[in-house]
């Protein structure tokens, strides 16, 4: 079956740190790969995708490259701030259509940024 | 557009009492689901539906039960709550059932059964 595994938390950076959140994931085919974040109280959005190998994601200065031969998608930044303190989510599909799966999630990474 | 709403945001349950979570999105996706998100596990997939009339279970059904009447909404029925049944609910949708659409989660229901 399909799973993701992901750093645990939390993970604790000063303001202007370079972040890297690993995650490397189990699947059958070729999965659809995301990030999602959630910010304290509120349900999670996406911040970045990624739909074939080789493929990079980014928004808002992040970015992970789906990687096919070392089945990972690390989440990068180069300077992180005080407003990036949330937590965050790898997740995949698989693109097999029908909605069986939905998304697989890994447990979350708590990433605090401390001024 | 309002997005995905559910109601309510807390609830506090008796164990054996039942309720129903509700859910609604306003950008006519096909595709809605519903996860819970538990400390430490991230979110398991519990009920989806690829379409009004069509549901089906994931990974999590037990306990649980949904339908599908209209586009908008996806309601989500406890039978008979048990503390198990204690978690953040979150309901999803999406333009359709590829697994390379996005989904965009409402803000989440949190249930404590006692």
């Known amino acids: 079956g399909n799973s993701v595994t992901q750093m645990e938390g939390p993970v604790t950076l000063s303001e202007e740190a370079f972040l890297t959140i690993n995650c490397t994931y189990t699947?059958?085919?070729?999965?659809?790969l995301f990030w999602y974040v959630q910010y304290p109280g509120e349900g999670l959005q996406l911040l970045l995708k990624?739909?074939?190998?080789?493929d990079k994601g980014s928004n808002k200065g992040f970015e992970a490259t789906y990687r096919k031969e070392t089945t990972s998608f690390h989440l990068e930044k180069g300077s992180v701030q005080v407003s990036d303190s949330a937590v965050y989510f790898c997740?995949?599909?698989?693109?097999?259509?029908?909605?069986?799966?939905?998304?697989?999630f890994g447990k979350g990474t708590h990433l605090i940024i401390q001024p | 557009n309002a997005g995905v709403t559910q109601t309510p945001k807390f609830q506090v349950l008796k164990t054996g009492q039942s309720m129903t979570l509700q859910c609604a999105q306003d950008m006519n996706h096909e595709y809605m689901s519903w996860y819970r998100q538990d400390p430490g596990m991230g979110l398991r997939l519990i009920h989806y539906s690829v379409g009004a009339g069509i549901t089906d279970q994931g990974e999590v059904p037990n306990g649980y039960n949904v339908s599908r009447s209209t586009t908008e909404d996806f309601p989500l029925r406890l039978l008979s709550a048990a503390p198990s049944q204690t978690s953040v609910y979150f309901c999803?949708?999406?333009?359709?059932?590829?697994?390379?659409?996005?989904?965009?989660f409402g803000p989440g229901t949190r249930l404590t059964v006692t």
């Open positions: 990624a739909t074939k190998a080789d």
């Open positions: 699947a059958t085919g070729y999965p659809s």
């Open positions: 997740a995949l599909s698989n693109n097999r259509g029908g909605g069986a799966d939905g998304l697989t």
């Open positions: 999803a949708s999406s333009k359709g059932t590829r697994g390379s659409y996005e989904q965009y």
